[in-house]
């Protein structure tokens, strides 16, 4: 039974700082992606950084030089580091990770961030 269990989420001031990590327990095999989302009430759930297999990144417009995302392949954990955080960015964050066979979803990490 695969688990994704993301940790880190919290308060912060803006232009703070917070480190999300999505640790996953159970065998997952043939990782194509690995990716952080988030979602506020009454929105759809946006990709806010996503890495490939082989390591490309690619960010939402609205958080590029500011997040950053990486992986430990070895542990299948990824992680998201969050600079200069906005009150824009409060949302519950979501870790994704796909497969040939199928997408695993954490439950989410709320973050949120004062003005």
């Known amino acids: 039974q695969v688990q994704l269990v993301e940790s880190g989420g919290g308060l912060a001031q803006a232009g703070g700082s917070l480190r999300l990590s999505c640790a996953t327990s159970g065998s997952i095999s043939s990782i194509n992606g690995m990716g952080w989302y988030r979602q506020t009430p009454g929105k759809a759930r946006e990709l806010v950084a996503g890495?490939?297999?082989?390591?490309?990144?690619n960010y939402a417009d609205s958080v590029k030089g500011r997040f950053t995302i990486s992986r430990d392949m070895a542990k299948n954990t990824v992680y998201l580091r969050m600079n200069s955080l906005k009150p824009e960015d409060t949302a519950v964050y979501y870790c994704?990770?796909?497969?040939?066979?199928?997408?695993?979803w954490g439950k989410g990490t709320l973050v949120t961030v004062s003005s």
């Open positions: 890495i490939s297999s082989i390591g490309l990144t």
């Open positions: 994704k990770i796909s497969t040939m066979r199928m997408d695993y």
